[in-house]
């Protein structure tokens, strides 16, 4: 599939490709933070989290 395809399909669908690629870090790091025991800081330096919701944040919001 050629990328001018891609985009039109996934306009189509209302997203864009940097939106799945922004859902798919962003679940990836709240899954590591929610299976990690380290420090926030250390986490979101290692994993490059940072934007949007802090994960200080999400862990008091989801309640862990």
Known sequence: MSPATLRRRLQQE?????QLKDHVWRDAAIAGLAESGEPIAE???????????TPGAYR?????
């Open 60 to 64: 008091i919001a989801s309640g862990g």
């Open 14 to 18: 209302g997203t864009s490709f940097q």
């Open 43 to 53: 986490f979101t330096g290692r994993s490059g989290a940072g934007r949007g919701t």
